[in-house]
């Protein structure tokens, strides 16, 4: 891709995510303040975060792979469960995922 070509998919990208922010400053009060409007919204941060880290966990490219970031998230999920602490979470996870990439390649 062209220098030019870049820049213009930068700035299409840019006006592209300022009109989204403004049709949602847009919206009237009145529909934002809705009981089931505002139960709704709480959740979607959790649910992108958990869709990301999916995505991340089981895909590599174009394939599904089952390896040790499969494991390192299992542990963490196991560790978060317990209350451990979050650095304790993430190196009880990175410890396991390494630990599988040596054992299984």
């Known amino acids: 891709m062209s220098s030019g070509g870049l820049w213009t998919v930068v700035l299409v990208g840019s006006v592209g995510c300022y009109l989204l ?5 847009s919206v ?9 409007v505002t139960r709704l919204v709480t959740f979607v941060p959790a649910a992108l975060l958990a869709a990301l880290v999916a995505v ?4 590599s490219g174009q394939d599904l792979v089952v390896d040790g970031r499969l494991a390192g998230l ?5 560790a978060l469960a317990l209350r ?8 009880l996870a990175g410890a396991t995922g ?8």
């Open 84 to 91: 451990a602490p979050f650095i304790v979470v993430l190196v």
């Open 98 to 105: 390494a630990l599988v990439h040596v054992v299984w390649g």
């Open 56 to 59: 991340q966990a089981v895909t």
């Open 21 to 25: 922010k403004l049709a949602g400053l």
């Open 28 to 36: 009237p009060a009145a529909w934002v303040e809705r009981p089931w």
């Open 74 to 78: 299992a542990v963490a999920a196991v």
